[in-house]
């Protein structure tokens, strides 16, 4: 327990301290006018209040990655607490931060063009493709979870009703201004993941469960930890609740909506640092349920899968009607963030193509293609048996190496205006060869290589692009030079 609230409470000082540093470091300008007034068209540029912004950010960004991810993650034992933490506050919290604020700054662009616009044109042309594709990928996933337990909790409605409804639901919330649906009803559902949260977080402090602690060890607790090491597992299994890529394709849609560059701070840092929290009470509950043994109880199958163990420690902290509450909470999250992942591919494609998303006709132009591309893997995912688990597979990896090119281009953001670099480039390196690592060793979803050969590959590639980034850092400063004594 006491690891758990020094936990929440590092949490809550990166949010009061760091982030100050950080936001010092970028050099926020409240005069400057922002994207919402510049461009403001009424679709998705659109001034909104601060606090709307923050609960529409919060249910953006987290979905189902804080509670499952960190439930899954929690096998791990007691690092997957240390992960959540220091990730939250040095990886993510910055990672989304200076991504939104660079794209504010740079009238609301998307990521593919602001990782277009620091890292070239080449790096631009991949991660369109990759950052649309991710985001259908999110839409699907996002989808089929919800419909499965919307029919569990009214099976007289077939699953395939459900999943036609969520879909229509999609289909509008893309296509319709910013304000008339997301912006309405998303602070009510943010406000509801945050009180489910704090449901489990309030039955932690009363009931007193033994949970696990620092000093006794990060032992790895995974029912197969020789096929599946801390080292890079745990920190794919455990992505938004403590770095997510899928984050800064978020951060763009709301940049578009604010009005002041003082709202960076907690929009961008104070969601993040928010999402830990809820990660870190679901990380915390389900170690419990995993691995208490004093407790008289029948410790939980993981293998049952995230749902199951959210409705089970609902039901024996919550009650009947917490868990249903609590189950609702589930379903609607990552409907939530799905919707908002096609809106974000919408965006993506009419910035590369320039398209103007203004009337009705061009924003079906667009969204068309996508819904179908969405609809045509939904219908091979729910024919295959196995098609769930793969997608998901490649959603989570894909979810953290969205987050690599990300943090590179905020590094050389910083360093082209001369800032302290050193607050991305430590998380870019530590990303990299954490997504290099598990494509290597993964059995599934990668090459399946031998530990040690997988490290020290992933190693030289690491190694190779701090090389890279220190020579092209040496090159810009000596062409910098010598211009301004051209200009003198």
């Keep these: 327990m006491i690891t758990f609230i020094l936990s929440i409470v590092l949490l809550l000082a990166g949010y009061f301290f760091y982030s100050k540093l950080v936001s010092k470091i970028f050099g926020v300008d409240a005069s400057r006018p922002t994207p919402a007034y510049t461009k403001q068209d009424g679709i998705d540029y659109i001034p909104m209040k601060s606090w709307r912004i923050f609960l529409i950010q919060f249910l953006n960004i987290a979905g189902l990655g804080p509670i499952f991810g960190a439930i899954m993650g929690a096998q791990f034992g007691t690092a997957s607490f240390l992960w959540i933490v220091f990730?939250?506050?040095?990886?993510?919290?910055?990672?989304?931060?200076?991504?939104?604020?660079?794209?504010?700054?740079?009238?609301?662009?998307?990521?593919?063009?602001?990782?277009?616009?620091?890292?070239?044109?080449g790096v631009k042309q991949v991660m369109r493709?990759?950052?649309?594709?991710?985001?259908?990928?999110?839409?699907?996933?996002?989808?089929?979870?919800?419909?499965k337990i919307l029919s569990t909790i009214i099976p007289q409605v077939?699953?395939?009703?459900?999943?036609?409804?969520?879909?229509?639901?999609?289909?509008?919330?893309?296509?319709?201004?910013?304000?008339?649906?997301?912006?309405?009803?998303?602070?009510?559902?943010?406000?509801?993941?945050?009180?489910?949260?704090?449901?489990?977080?309030?039955?932690?402090?009363?009931?007193?469960?033994?949970?696990?602690?620092?000093?006794?060890?990060?032992?790895?607790?995974?029912p197969n930890a020789d096929s599946t090491p801390i080292f890079p597992m745990m920190f794919i299994s455990i992505a938004c609740g403590a770095i997510s890529g899928f984050h800064a394709t978020q951060s763009p849609l709301m940049a578009r909506c604010m009005t002041n560059e003082k709202q960076g701070r907690p929009i961008f840092y104070?969601?993040?640092?928010?999402?830990?929290?809820?990660?870190?009470?679901?990380?915390?509950?389900?170690?419990?349920?995993?691995?208490?043994?004093?407790?008289?109880?029948?410790?939980?199958?993981?293998?049952?899968?995230?749902?199951?163990?959210?409705?089970?420690i609902s039901r024996n902290w919550l009650g009947t009607a917490g868990a249903i509450l609590t189950m609702l909470g589930v379903v609607f999250a990552p409907i939530t963030s799905g919707d908002t992942a096609l809106r974000s591919g919408r965006l993506i494609v009419a910035d590369f193509l320039k398209y103007d998303q203004k009337s009705i006709k061009n924003r079906l132009v667009i969204s068309i293609p996508i819904f179908a591309i969405t609809a045509g893997i939904l219908v091979w995912e729910i024919k295959d048996a196995e098609g769930?688990?793969?997608?998901?597979?490649?959603?989570?990896?894909?979810?953290?190496?969205?987050?690599?090119?990300?943090?590179?281009?905020?590094?050389?953001?910083?360093?082209?205006?001369?800032?302290?670099?050193?607050i991305t480039l430590i998380p870019a390196l530590f990303m990299t060869m954490v997504c290099t690592t598990f494509i290597l060793i993964a059995k599934?979803?990668?090459?399946?290589?031998?530990?040690?050969?997988?490290?020290?590959?992933?190693?030289?590639?690491?190694?190779?692009?701090?090389?890279?980034?220190?020579?092209?850092?040496?090159?810009?400063?000596?062409?910098?030079?010598?211009?301004?004594?051209?200009?003198?």
Excluded at 135 to 146: A, C, S
Excluded at 288 to 298: C, H, L, V
Excluded at 390 to 419: D, H
Excluded at 458 to 484: D, M, P
């Design 444 to 488: 599934k979803e990668g090459f399946g290589l031998p530990e040690n050969l997988a490290y020290c590959i992933a190693g030289f590639i690491t190694l190779v692009l701090a090389i890279v980034f220190f020579a092209w850092k040496r090159k810009y400063k000596t062409e910098i030079n010598e211009e301004t004594i051209n200009i003198k």
């Design 158 to 222: 077939d699953v395939y009703i459900w999943i036609i409804i969520i879909f229509i639901y999609y289909i509008v919330a893309t296509l319709l201004p910013i304000n008339k649906i997301i912006g309405k009803i998303y602070p009510v559902f943010g406000s509801c993941l945050l009180f489910m949260a704090l449901g489990i977080l309030i039955s932690i402090l009363i009931k007193q469960p033994h949970l696990p602690e620092i000093w006794e060890g990060l032992e790895n607790k995974m």
């Design 129 to 147: 493709v990759f950052s649309v594709f991710m985001m259908i990928l999110v839409g699907v996933v996002f989808l089929d979870g919800p419909a």
């Design 388 to 422: 769930f688990d793969m997608i998901w597979r490649y959603f989570a990896w894909a979810n953290q190496v969205l987050s690599v090119p990300t943090l590179w281009a905020i590094t050389i953001y910083l360093a082209q205006k001369r800032k302290v670099y050193i």
């Design 87 to 121: 990730g939250s506050i040095f990886a993510g919290a910055t990672h989304d931060y200076l991504a939104g604020m660079i794209s504010l700054r740079n009238g609301g662009m998307s990521l593919p063009e602001i990782h277009g616009k620091y890292l070239g044109n």
């Design 270 to 312: 104070g969601t993040m640092i928010a999402e830990g929290i809820v990660a870190l009470i679901w990380a915390a509950a389900a170690s419990y349920f995993f691995f208490d043994p004093s407790s008289g109880k029948e410790n939980i199958d993981a293998s049952k899968g995230a749902a199951v163990i959210v409705d089970y």
